[in-house]
């Protein structure tokens, strides 16, 4: 999937998502659980809420302009679910947050990118993710 240069930032930004997802899967029923647990929720914050804003700010409003609403509504529901899971922490979410998080990524990257690269211009997208 070619990504258009204003969405290459992005799409970079879940390869870091898609890292944290596989550090989970594999701390899970270990004794680095907890550490790592602990570290994916401080990344949370500094890494993957401000990539989330960013999609809400400038992305979601545009593709809901081209009447892309279950798109929106979905990606929407995602961002709100996992940042339950980090705000109630807790080891029971950290499996939940890690298999949520992959799909979303992929789901973004299949899906919601590809049609805002097919409806709203490159221009366009150009000045929303600046």
Not at 38 to 59: A, I, K, N, S, Y
Not at 107 to 126: G, M, N, T, W, Y
């Amino acid at each position: 999937m070619r990504r258009c240069d204003a969405l290459r930032a992005l799409s970079s930004e879940h390869h870091h998502g898609l890292v944290i997802t596989v550090k989970v899967k594999r701390a899970i029923g270990t004794a680095e659980a907890e550490r790592v647990w602990q570290e994916v929720r401080e990344r949370f914050v500094t890494e993957l809420e401000p990539h989330f804003q960013e999609e809400e700010v400038g992305l979601l409003p545009a593709l809901e302009r081209v009447g892309e609403t279950e798109l929106v509504r979905r990606t929407h529901a995602d961002h709100a679910e996992l940042r339950r899971m980090i705000r109630e922490g807790g080891m029971q979410n950290m499996a939940d947050f890690g298999e949520l998080l992959s799909q979303h990524i992929r789901f973004e990257e299949r899906e919601l990118f590809e049609v805002a690269q097919q409806k709203i211009s490159l221009d366009d997208l150009a000045a929303l993710m600046k």
